[in-house]
């Protein structure tokens, strides 16, 4: 990719979240009316689960990754990655849209208008397996064109109404994540692990360019996620090609602009053993820049012990932002799977609800299956790229907190 020349990216780039209190599933609000179609009686006479048994019947198969459960619960958790709990509660959140305004076709083959859970099921399936849209309408006994539809409103309906589940904590949770990841890895001040990943995608040959052919010659979107103690996104940027580098897709990003601007990653200092300060910071791979807010593992060789516990201790919650890409990419396999043709403008919508998806299951306290989360690398196929850039206050902070580590073990 040439130099000094700023690549196009997708038109609905993503960018950070603002700060706001996550909300709970008893306080999400519903959508007003705002003039459209008054809502159907049938949806208001509580849940539809006709379409579970239905849907059930028609599969006796696993989707390649293992076996179908026996238990029926257990098998609503392998096919839309929640309970039924969650089910009902991703439903609350879009109930109103999606039977105020219905789109055109929604009639399934008995000549009725489909539920809001139904419209949900197909979204989520949609969404989960990455399957092709005909397998997921033959599944649910309705068209191609109809889980296009059903599954673009969903969508967009998250993408308005389900954004408090993705937001930079308050400093009372902050608080709350560098303890909790201090008792982890023993690095104070820690609020988080920044990591990225490719989503590959066929483009139509007008469309295709070096900017998105990516360093495996495939073409692909980035996504870019910080995670707290607990793998939740609490920032994520999307809609910039794959074949720019991790450093330089970082440089673009709001959240870098906002932590040199001070306005994030500004909280508390901390005071180390040798009464030197530590502000906060978050932790990423080598393919990342060393800069004051963003501590990088030493390189080279013959380190120093104080160097060697540092990249340990580095590496321990550097590793959560990796698990959950693995664990975002697992669990909606839309992500993880070659997505055919899409529009550029519209892939970050599909990319950012499924990190809502993913913080709202953490939020409603519920488990995935083992097997969900993928058993390799969310990047698989891509090479790290070291990063040499190594800013000198974010050297003397990494030496601040190397240096603190071991009064920080002698004491625990």
Known sequence: MATGKKPKKGKRKIRGSKKAKTKGPSKVKRAKSRGRLAALPADRRGPDMEWWDAFLSKQDE???????????????????????????????????????????????????????????????????SGDPQVNIGASFGVGQSTVSQV?????????????????????????????????????????????????????PAVD????????????????????????????????WPGGLTVSRLLEYSGFYKLCEAGSRLNGPVRVSGNDAEIREFIVGDICYPLLPWLMTPFQGKNLSTPMVN???????????GTRALARLKGSWRILDKVIWRPAKDKLPSIILVCCLLHNIILD???????????????????????????????KVMRDTIAGHLPIYEAKS
Not at 77 to 101: A, E, G, H, K, N
Not at 161 to 179: N, S, T
Not at 222 to 239: A, K, N, P, S, W
Not at 310 to 315: E, L, M, P
């Open 208 to 239: 295709s360019s070096e900017d998105w052919c990516d360093p495996a010659k495939n073409y692909s979107m980035f996504l870019q996620g910080v995670v707290d103690d607990e793998m939740r996104f609490i920032d994520i940027v999307t809609g």
């Open 310 to 320: 540092f990249n340990a201790r580095q590496k321990d919650a550097k590793m959560l």
């Open 151 to 203: 599954t673009w409103r969903f969508i967009e309906s998250m993408e308005e109404r389900a954004r408090h589940h993705l937001v930079w904590p308050d400093q009372e949770r902050m608080e709350d994540i560098k303890a909790k990841l201090e008792a982890v890895s023993g690095l104070p001040n820690c609020c988080g692990a920044i990591d990225a990943t490719h989503i590959t995608m066929t483009l």
């Open 62 to 128: 696993s989707d390649g990754s293992a076996p179908v459960p026996s238990d029926e619960e257990e098998a609503f958790r392998y096919f839309f990655r929640t309970s039924r709990r969650t089910f009902d509660y991703i439903c609350s959140i879009v109930r109103d849209d999606l039977i105020s305004m219905p789109p055109s076709g929604l009639i399934n083959i008995e000549g009725r208008l489909l539920s809001v859970e139904k419209q949900v099921a197909i979204a989520m399936r949609r969404l989960a």
């Open 364 to 394: 409603c306290k519920d488990e995935l299956l083992p097997h969900i989360q993928l058993p390799d690398h969310h990047d698989t196929g891509y090479n790290i790229k070291k990063c040499k850039q190594e800013n000198p206050i974010g």
